[in-house]
């Protein structure tokens, strides 16, 4: 059974830092592109890191480059999101997503989300 639980949100006060947790089970966790995605109330989805099988990171917007950093750990399946200084535009449920593409499908696994408030 595949599964991608979030953990470590909660309130953070601006400028502070947090780091998020993504464990996954019941796939190869190395041969996914891993990604995070966050939700903001009355928003739609919104892309905010991504990191390849190989550790290549790339965030999303230039509004977010220099406070947000993903890692993944491979031997503990986990996938990581560290955030400095952040802002309280932050605020949203933070996502962790698994993709694959192989003999012409696309495997596509989705966490259940946490939530992070930024507020002081």
């Known amino acids: 059974q595949v599964q991608l639980v979030e953990s470590g949100g909660g309130s953070v006060q601006p400028g502070g830092s947090l780091r998020l947790s993504c464990a996954a089970s019941?796939?190869?966790?190395?041969?996914?592109?891993m990604s995070w995605y966050r939700q903001a109330p009355g928003r739609e989805r919104e892309w905010v890191a991504t990191i390849t099988t190989t550790g290549l990171v790339t965030i999303a917007a230039d509004s977010m480059k220099g406070r947000f950093t993903t890692s993944r750990d491979n031997a503990k399946n986990t996938l990581y999101l560290q955030t400095n200084s952040p802002k309280p535009e932050d605020t949203a449920v933070y996502y962790c997503?698994?993709?694959?593409?192989?003999?012409?499908?696309?495997?596509?696994?989705w966490g259940q989300g946490t939530q992070v408030t930024v507020s002081s």
């Open positions: 019941g796939f190869t966790f190395s041969s996914y592109v």
């Open positions: 997503n698994a993709r694959r593409s192989a003999g012409g499908l696309i495997y596509d696994y």
